[in-house]
């Protein structure tokens, strides 16, 4: 069976944080296989579980794809995280880019400015 979520989504990516004490990952491998039995490709950058003692080997048990950098991952249709994005990542947004994230943008206004550009 082959599906999309919302506006065309066919592939998830799943990067590392880079927040500063952030150990957190936003997908489990339980959500990789949802997404994957549905068809959507599963991009996740190498170590991104590890903060979550969940490791590369458990991703791809779980049918996703280890890519080696946070750019891999970010060129997928949709962007898991788990923290807003810290500036080093605004480069990766794009028009197209559907974001799923929790933002705190009263804290970080510099975050807003970069989704609304």
């Known amino acids: 069976m082959s599906t999309s979520l919302g506006s065309?989504?066919?592939?998830?990516?799943?990067?590392r944080e880079i927040k500063e004490s952030e150990g957190r990952v936003a997908l489990t491998p339980d959500g990789v296989r949802e997404l994957e039995r549905l068809g959507i490709n599963v991009y996740v950058e190498t170590n991104a579980g590890a903060g979550a003692?969940?490791?590369?080997?458990?991703?791809?048990?779980a049918g996703a794809d280890i890519?080696?950098?946070?750019?891999?991952?970010?060129?997928?249709?949709m962007v898991v995280k788990v923290k807003e994005p810290k500036i080093e990542e605004f480069g990766f947004m794009r028009p197209?880019?559907?974001?799923?994230?929790?933002?705190h943008l009263a804290a970080y206004p510099e975050v807003a400015k970069a989704l609304v550009a």
């Open 53 to 61: 003692a969940i490791t590369d080997a458990d991703y791809v048990a």
């Open 96 to 103: 197209d880019l559907v974001l799923f994230t929790y933002l």
């Open 8 to 15: 065309g989504v066919r592939t998830v990516g799943v990067p």
């Open 67 to 77: 890519v080696p950098n946070a750019a891999d991952a970010w060129a997928c249709d």
